[in-house]
């Protein structure tokens, strides 16, 4: 049997594709303006790469914010059961999950089935996702590549007033002004989303094993910052940022 | 008086309204002990009225503030107003 | 990075040379430090006698004596002349001169009160960095009130991001939101940060400038109506603040509530202020009395 899992994400398009329970193939594209289109290129990529046909697969399931305007697909599933559910394959010890995109983030409690017990999202505000990370590396000048790992060089905790992505950007640069070095603003910066983070993974409650996935997970800086806040380690799977488009491929698979 | 504190993001609204007409009245102010994050303080207010309020350091981020106290599932009564005898305190969320 | 100007009101000084101060029985001053712009209000035997308004600088106490001089500034009074001062403001606690300081909500109220009559009940205040929403009684005295200073949605500062992303001039907003061929629906994001992404795609599929920026003028006027029916609209109706000077985001404002605002002669950006002159005056009153 092979599904494909097509989460349409805010920033991102990622297309994953199984086979009998084994991934052929990932790809993604940015959503930008025409989002349909950009979900058929990564599907066409996802494709290439499986060297399979269209009519191939027998299954499509699409997830994410916009999962509603996937082409192709004949189902969805919410973000929360894509992201349960593909994280129950890749870390099934994991209880609490904690999922950071560009535009939201979320917290969930499952049962250890993949089963969603709770959970809390935080949406609609930058304050609370990946794009206050950008929006402050822009405001320091710092390629977001390298905004995370500059973050690990700071010792010191700086806070920060500003709970809103835009004056935030006004802080972080008066900061910058007062001559307080780039490390330990980038440092701020990330404390200072992971705090926002935990404290909704706090209302769903926090299980020993914690898995993070999303594309956040890839920003060393918030990484650190968020094992710090929780005082304990966090699981980041293989291709963090395709366990929804996965979990979406698994519920095609489970019917 | 009706004094709102908090904020409206993108998210949602996040208000904590303090009826200062009971605070005139209280005689315990239960909020100052029972608020586990120390949130509220007694001041004197512009008409000079001894009455309740969110520390300033508090209003732009009660939403995370008071996550402890909101679980998603079985939400026991607020520790806040517990503690508030009068029944000043509402939230909005 | 050079640093922003973020609300390019004019700066200006007055004063109302048919009156006599010498011969005055109280002298009160009011100085209202934002965190954008300072105002400072002089009142002689309750009347408004000389403002000024300027921008704040990075240092509060600066600011507040700037503005301060400035509102004095040709009229041969002094700082010691004036009997009793009061700030207000974020910026309030930082007024050296200042015999007293007063939140900005109930100077805010007491302002409305005497600028736009007593039968004033809703003061909507829009201002740089913050909106704040109050009601109050034939007094002035607040009797409700909330406030938003953490979100830039809805404030001066977030309209200044769509200027900066149009490269329209703030002041040209309003009008330029009044020339479209019919009104856009709003853009849907509230946050700042994701309707500017919204508002370039509308740009990249072709909509005029004009269009989008009603499109914001009228996602700004509805945020704002939403966070103006948590405490409800009593009339009257009053607007204040910067952004009560852009028409664009006033009068969409008004069509959403049905509810047209007072307008007020002067400078509706002083109310605060003018509340803060009027509670020097009452305490000033009653410190002479004991
Ligand atoms: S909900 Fe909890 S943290 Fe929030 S004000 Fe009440 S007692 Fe304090
Ligand atoms: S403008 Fe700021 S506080 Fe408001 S929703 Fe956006 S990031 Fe959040």
């Known amino acids: ?23 052929i193939a990932r790809a993604e594209h940015t959503a930008g303006f025409e989002t349909e289109e950009s979900a058929r290129a990564a599907f066409a990529k996802a494709l290439e790469q499986a060297g399979v046909t269209e009519d191939r697969i027998d299954k499509i399931v699409a997830t994410g914010a916009g999962r509603e305007s996937a082409p192709l697909a004949t189902e969805s599933v919410t973000d929360v059961g894509a992201a349960a559910r593909g994280a129950k394959e890749v870390l099934p010890q994991a209880h609490t999950i904690i999922d950071v995109g560009a535009e939201e983030g979320r917290a969930i409690k ?46 010191t905790s700086t806070p920060m007033n500003a709970q809103c992505a835009v004056f935030a950007e006004s802080e972080v640069v008066s900061l910058l002004h007062a001559k307080t070095p780039k490390k330990d603003i980038a440092r701020a910066v990330h404390d200072a989303i992971a705090d926002r983070i935990i404290s909704m993974v706090r209302r769903v409650g926090i299980e020993p094993e914690v898995a993070l996935i999303g594309a956040v997970s890839r920003n060393p800086g918030f990484v650190d910052s968020l094992k710090r806040g929780l005082e304990r380690d966090v699981f980041i799977p293989d291709d963090a940022e395709y366990i929804g488009a996965l979990g979406a491929a698994l519920v095609a698979v489970d019917g | ?57 508090f209003r732009k981020k009660i939403k995370y503030d008071c996550a402890d106290c909101k679980p998603v599932k079985d939400r026991p009564p607020l520790p806040c107003q517990e503690a508030c005898t009068p029944g000043a305190i509402e939230h909005s969320w | 990075m050079a640093e922003r100007e973020f609300w ?9 040379e048919n009156i006599d101060w010498k011969g ?11 965190s954008v712009s300072s105002q400072a209000v002089i009142m002689v035997d309750g009347k408004l006698y000389a403002f000024a308004s300027t921008r704040t600088g990075s240092d509060s106490p600066q600011s507040a004596q700037k503005v301060m001089d400035w509102a004095l500034e040709n009229t041969g009074m002094n700082l010691d002349d004036i009997h009793y001062k009061v700030g207000t403001g974020y910026g309030r606690v930082n007024v050296p001169f200042a015999d007293k300081a007063i939140t900005e909500i109930a100077c805010h109220a007491r302002g409305g009160n005497f600028m736009y009559g007593n039968t004033v009940r809703t003061i909507l205040d829009m201002g740089g960095q913050d909106c704040k929403a109050i009601h109050c009684d034939e007094r002035g005295k607040v009797t409700n009130f909330l406030m938003n200073d953490k979100c830039a949605a809805g404030t001066g500062r977030g309209m200044e991001v769509f200027a900066d992303l149009l490269a329209v001039p703030i002041e040209d907003i309003g009008e330029l939101s009044f020339d479209v061929e019919k009104e856009p629906p709003p853009v849907s994001s509230t946050c700042v940060v994701f309707a500017k992404s919204e508002a370039s795609g509308l740009l990249r599929k072709g909509w005029p400038k004009n269009k989008v920026i009603a499109a914001y003028c009228n996602a700004m006027a509805h945020r704002v109506v939403t966070l103006l029916e948590r405490i409800g609209v009593e009339k009257d109706f009053a607007i204040t603040g910067g952004i009560g ?46």
């Open chain 1, 110 to 155: 499952t049962d250890g089935n993949g089963k969603v017990m709770d959970f809390a999202v935080n949406e609609k505000c930058a304050a609370g996702a990946g794009s206050f990370t950008e929006a402050m590396s822009r405001a320091l000048e710092v390629p977001l590549e390298e905004f995370g790992t500059l973050s690990l060089k700071s010792t």
């Open chain 3, 24 to 34: 005055c029985d109280t002298i009160t001053a009011g100085v209202d430090v934002g």
């Open chain 3, 8 to 16: 390019r009101w004019k700066e200006y000084n007055w004063h109302d």
């Open chain 1, 1 to 23: 049997m092979i599904t494909a899992g097509i989460d349409m994400g805010a920033k991102n398009i990622r297309v994953l594709i199984l086979k009998d329970g084994e991934v």
């Open chain 2, 1 to 57: 008086m009706k004094a709102n504190y908090g904020y409206m993001d993108g998210s949602g609204e996040y208000y904590i309204t303090i009826d200062t007409d009971h605070c005139i009245e209280c005689a315990h102010h239960g909020c100052l002990d029972g608020c586990p994050k120390g949130m509220f303080e007694i001041i004197t207010d512009d008409y000079d009225d001894e009455v309740a309020q969110i520390k300033e350091e």
């Open chain 3, 245 to 290: 000077k852009n028409i664009g985001v006033v009068k969409r404002i008004e069509d959403e509530l049905g509810i047209e605002a007072l307008k007020a002669d002067g400078d509706t950006q002083t109310a605060g202020a003018v509340g803060a002159a009027l509670f020097g005056k009452a305490l000033l009153e009653k410190s002479r009395k004991s």
